[in-house]
Nanobody, 124 residues
Framework: QERLVEAGGGVVEAGGSLRLSCKVSGRDIRTYALGWFRQAPGKEREFVAAINWNDERTYYTDSVKGRFTVARDDAKNTAYLQMMSLKPEDTAVYYC?????????????????WGRGTLVNVSS
């Protein structure tokens, strides 16, 4: 059974918006940080954003600051990534994962096997 299921990707024009979701199974996310990562074609996977469980502090990679917002709904065991002002360089498969703290997710200290991800394709 997949424990991380990402959804919400699609094809969008530059300047558009998308909202990704990550449904977590098998763990109660209330005591875990949630993070988003992406992998563009031919590139390594990179950290995008994370949110703590205890103080809801958020972390973002520089290239998405001011455009992306990470959020969580513990009652639904789900994480979200609201993406606005999308650029062609945001094109990638987006993945989520859990960590003990957001600062650890920055270092790719993840706790679950990766899910299938959801593809975001931003056309110019």
């Amino acid at each position: 059974q997949e424990r991380l299921v990402e959804a919400g990707g699609g094809v969008v024009e530059a300047g558009g918006s998308l909202r990704l979701s990550c449904k977590v199974s098998g763990r109660d996310i209330r005591t875990y940080a949630l993070g988003w990562f992406r992998q563009a074609p031919g590139k390594e996977r990179e950290f995008v954003a994370a949110i703590n469980w205890n103080d809801e502090r958020t972390y973002y990679t520089d290239s998405v600051k001011g455009r992306f917002t990470v959020a969580r709904d513990d009652a639904k065991n789900t994480a979200y990534l609201q993406m606005m002002s999308l650029k062609p360089e945001d094109t990638a498969v987006y993945y989520c994962n859990l960590g003990n703290y957001g600062s650890q997710l920055l270092e790719f200290k993840t706790l679950e096997f990766w899910g299938r991800g959801t593809l975001v394709n931003v056309s110019s």
